[in-house]
């Protein structure tokens, strides 16, 4: 079946460390796929992309994600995180284009960052 | 830039009572979305849309029906809601599979 994963739930990091979060998926062909941020009591806002081309993708506010069709992966990265980078993270795949064919959303990684 | 807004932003209801909660979008987007969100959890998918007039099940629909009456407006609604649909709302909307634009949520109590 397809899926997306993020493997860690949480994830702790002292402020100006670098960060990595996790995501795989499940998925024959190569997927559109997505990072998205949610800050309390909002909605998830998109931080950034891959749909072809360069496997790695620069995003908002320093984070970029690296794709690996080897792997099947698309970790985010981001090489110093501020305190306001606190949020949970969501990782989602676009499993086909038919109009069927639906966006699948892991279940998302808060990051707490440590002073 | 792109806007998707929900109605109302927070909600009680009573168990059996009706909800419907509405989503407007200025995107000119096909495609429509709602989503629950339950404490500490992901996004679930219910109903979504690619095109006025017609609606789709998500993963989770039981429970819940959806109207998409023009292209800008979405509605999801609760004909007899009950405690366990107490959970946050995320509309949302995309042209075709591209990235999701989402509204700021509603959060409905069903008492």
């Known amino acids: 079946a397809q899926s997306v994963t993020q493997p860690d739930a949480r994830v702790t990091v002292s402020e100006g460390a670098s960060l990595q979060l996790r995501c795989k998926y499940s998925?024959?062909?190569?997927?559109?796929l997505f990072w998205y941020v949610q800050y309390p009591r909002q909605g998830l806002q998109l931080l950034l992309k891959?749909?072809?081309?360069?496997?790695v993708v620069q995003g908002v506010n320093g984070f970029e994600a690296e794709f690996s069709k080897s792997n099947s992966s698309f970790h985010l990265r981001k090489a110093s995180v501020h305190w306001s980078d606190s949020a949970v993270y969501f990782c989602?795949?676009?499993?086909?284009?038919?109009?069927?064919?639906?966006?699948?959303f892991g279940t998302g990684t808060r990051l707490q960052v440590s002073p | 830039e792109a806007a998707v807004t929900q109605s109302p932003r927070s909600k009680v209801a009573v168990t059996g009572g009706k909800v419907t909660l509405s989503c407007h979008q200025t995107n000119n987007h096909d495609y429509m979305y709602w989503y629950r969100q339950d404490t500490g959890h992901g996004l679930r998918l219910i109903h979504y849309?690619?095109?006025?007039?017609?609606?789709e099940k998500g993963d989770i629909p039981d429970g819940y029906k959806a109207s998409r009456p023009s292209q800008e407006n979405f509605s999801l609604i609760l004909e007899l809601a009950s405690l366990s649909q107490t959970a946050v709302y995320f509309c949302?909307?995309?042209?075709?599979?591209?990235?999701?634009?989402f509204g700021p949520g509603t959060r409905l109590t069903v008492l």
């Open positions: 891959y749909y072809s081309g360069d496997p």
């Open positions: 849309s690619y095109v006025a007039d017609s609606t």
């Open positions: 998925y024959s062909a190569t997927p559109y």
């Open positions: 989602a795949v676009s499993m086909g284009t038919s109009n069927t064919d639906k966006v699948v």
């Open positions: 949302a909307s995309s042209w075709t599979h591209y990235e999701q634009y």
